[in-house]
Each structure stands twice: as C-alpha cells, then as structure tokens.
C-alpha cells in the first residue's frame, strides 16, 4: 500500500477488470473484487469508479450490494493490453 489518496498503482487496470469479467456469474460486488486482487474495499472502490468513468465497467446497485460488470470497451480494453504482451 502506498501513502498517497487514490487508487493504488500497485494494482493495474487489466487485473481489475480481468477479475471481474472472470467470475461467474461476471459481475462482482466491490468486496468481492477487492478479495480478488488483495487491496482494501475502499481503494478498490475508488479504482473502480475511475474505471468506470473510463467507459470500461459498468455498475448499478443489487439491494444493498453495487455491483459492477466489463463492458464491450473492458472486454476491447484487455484484447489491446494483451496484444501488447
């Protein structure tokens, strides 16, 4: 973890989004992804929104649970990230 306010660099995008679009069913509440890539709810909801103002994730509220999903734009995300490997 780092000092700084914000998402952790720590962390990187493509390991956000391939968390989510790998679970089944492929939504995930905040928590979950959190557990997924080992960093703090609150940090995780803050890399979260960012990617959703991005266009990658989506996101809407399940009761009590704001869950989110990938995108056509996360999906496009990963297959251009990958290509870059």
């Not at 790998?22 to 979950?32: I, K, N, R, V």
């Amino acid at each position: 973890m780092t000092d700084r306010p914000g998402p952790n660099p720590s962390v990187s995008d493509e390991a956000l989004i391939r968390a989510i679009l790998e679970a089944y069913p492929p939504a995930l509440g905040t928590s979950d992804v959190a557990s997924k890539v080992e960093l703090s709810s609150e940090a995780t909801r803050r890399h979260l929104n960012r990617l959703e103002e991005a266009g990658y994730l989506s996101t809407d509220m399940l009761g009590s649970v704001r869950v989110w999903w990938v995108t056509p734009d996360g999906r496009a995300y990963l297959s251009e990230d990958s290509s870059d490997q």
